[in-house]
């Protein structure tokens, strides 16, 4: 039998496959930032206490009770002086600050005056003197003027009669002389309101000296206590800065 002539197939030839795209690259993200470090913990506040002299009259309450906001684990001790001794107190370092009368030797002292006291005269609750508002020292010819020891205004009164006693030790004895019906005192209003009796009264002595308080430290002290406490007596906030 003969084979046809027909061709026969021949093997199937396989095209190219196309080559497969390259993927993208993914982008490459940047490398994190370090986080900073946290800030430091402020240094806890000195351990105290901050001692704050004061004379007699003296009024820092309000400056007391934003400390102890402002302070609550610095413990502030008040210590009560005589003017006599606030300088020597200031020396000794026996208060850290303290409200002064003035005049006292600045050498040596930081000084900020703080207010002016108007002086008063206290006299016996039934005396002539209650009839006026206000007095002056030619009011006072005639009186007898007493002066304790402890007398911060040394006021020397034209025509007055000098005590027939020995000058009482402080303004307390000298109220309850006044109080017996004996004499006057002259003194700044805050020593009036601190001895106020029911048996004696006080009126303004128009012409007389006033009295300056201040606030004072060493120099060569002025620590951060210090520093805390004039911020709180010349009205910073707890975030103001020094100035």
Excluded: N
């Amino acid at each position: 039998m003969a084979k046809s002539g027909a061709p026969r197939p021949g093997p199937r030839r396989q095209g190219k496959r196309p080559a497969k795209a390259a993927a993208p690259k993914k982008p490459q993200r940047p490398a994190r930032a370090a986080a900073p470090a946290a800030p430091a913990p402020p240094p806890p506040p000195p351990a105290g206490p901050f001692r704050l002299g004061a004379i007699p009259g003296a009024t820092p309450g309000k400056w007391i009770d934003l400390w102890q906001q402002r302070m609550p684990h610095t413990p502030l001790e008040l210590v009560p002086l005589q003017v006599a001794e606030q300088r020597a107190a200031l020396d000794a370092a026996s208060v850290d600050a303290a409200l002064v009368r003035r005049p006292i030797d600045v050498e040596g002292l930081h000084v900020i005056p703080l207010y002016d006291e108007v002086p008063v005269v206290v006299c016996a609750a039934e005396s002539h003197l209650t009839a006026a508002d206000e007095l002056t020292l030619a009011d006072l010819a005639g009186e007898i003027v007493i002066s304790p020891l402890d007398d911060v205004l040394h006021v020397d009164v034209p025509g007055a009669v000098a005590p027939a006693f020995a000058r009482p030790d402080d303004t307390a004895q000298a109220i309850e002389t006044v109080a017996a019906g004996v004499g006057i005192v002259i003194v700044p209003m805050s020593l009036a309101r601190l001895h106020q009796r029911r048996d004696v009264t006080q009126r303004p002595l128009r012409d007389g000296p006033v009295s300056s308080v201040a606030l004072a430290w060493p120099v060569e002290a002025t620590t951060e206590l210090v520093e805390t406490f004039v911020g709180i007596v010349r009205g910073r906030t707890a975030r103001s800065s020094r100035g």
